[in-house]
C-alpha cells in the first residue's frame, strides 16, 4: 500500500491548466493590475510532495537595524539558467511565458521558492524593487501549493488593503506597476496553519 502510494506520488502528472479565457484580471489604481487563476495546477498534491523533498531549503538571516534576526520563512533561488527543481515548474513557467510573454515582452528567468513552515512564517510588507521593478513595469507570477494563506495587497500612497487567499495549485500575478506602486504581504496567522510553497516566476532583473 505505502509502495503503491509513494510510486503514484512519483509518477503522477502534474500540469498546468488553461490560462487564457479562465484567468480573472483585477485592475488595480495606479497601473498595476491583479490576475487570479484558482486551481492552475493539477497534481498540486504530488508537486507539494515532490518539492518539499527536492528544494535545498534554506534558513536565513537578515540585518534589520541594529539586530540579526531569523527570516520568517525558508527560502531556496534559482537564477537564469539553474535546472529547476522539478519538471512540473519548467512546465509552469512555460505555460506562463506563451500566455504573458507579449504583454511581458520578455520571458520568465529566474523562480524564487519560499517554504511557509506554519502561521508564524511570513513576509512582510514590501515591492520586488531590487532591480528593474523598482523603475519598470513588470510580472511576477506566483504559485502556491500546500495550506491556503492570504496575501494582502495596499497601494504605497496609503489606501485600502486588499486580501486575497491563495490555495494550493493557485496562481496569482502581480502586474504592471504593481512592485513599485504597491506593497505585498503574507500577514501572519494565529490559525492552525500546515505549510505553505510559493513559487515566484520572475524576468531577469526583477526580485
Ligand atoms: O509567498 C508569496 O506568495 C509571496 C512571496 C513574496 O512576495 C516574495 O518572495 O517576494
Ligand atoms: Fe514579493
Aim: aromatic share 8%.
Amino acid at each position: 500500500m505505502t509502495f503503491q502510494a509513494s510510486l503514484l506520488a512519483c509518477g503522477k502528472e502534474v500540469r498546468p491548466g488553461p490560462l487564457g479565457g479562465v484567468v480573472q484580471r483585477t485592475p488595480l489604481a495606479a497601473g498595476a493590475w491583479l490576475d487570479l487563476r484558482p486551481g492552475w495546477l493539477l497534481g498540486a498534491d504530488a508537486l507539494f510532495d515532490r518539492l518539499r523533498h527536492a528544494v535545498p531549503w534554506r534558513a536565513e538571516r537578515r540585518q534589520m537595524y541594529d539586530r540579526v534576526v531569523a527570516v520568517p520563512r525558508l527560502l531556496a533561488f534559482y537564477g537564469e539558467g539553474a535546472a529547476l527543481p522539478d519538471p512540473a515548474l519548467d512546465a509552469a513557467r512555460a505555460a506562463l511565458d506563451s500566455h504573458y510573454g507579449a504583454e511581458l515582452g520578455e520571458p520568465f528567468a529566474t523562480a524564487g521558492l519560499c517554504w511557509y513552515r506554519d502561521g508564524r512564517d511570513s513576509v512582510a510588507w514590501h515591492g520586488d524593487t531590487v532591480g528593474r521593478g523598482a523603475t519598470a513595469d513588470t510580472i511576477v507570477a506566483i504559485v502556491s501549493l500546500g495550506a491556503p494563506r492570504t496575501l494582502a495587497l495596499r497601494p504605497r500612497g496609503g489606501g485600502r488593503t486588499l486580501r486575497f487567499d491563495v490555495g494550493h495549485g493557485d496562481l496569482l500575478v502581480m502586474g504592471g506597476s504593481c512592485q513599485r506602486a504597491w506593497e505585498h504581504a503574507v500577514p501572519k496567522t494565529t490559525r492552525p496553519c500546515g505549510p505553505r510553497i510559493s513559487v515566484q516566476f520572475r524576468p531577469r532583473g526583477v526580485r
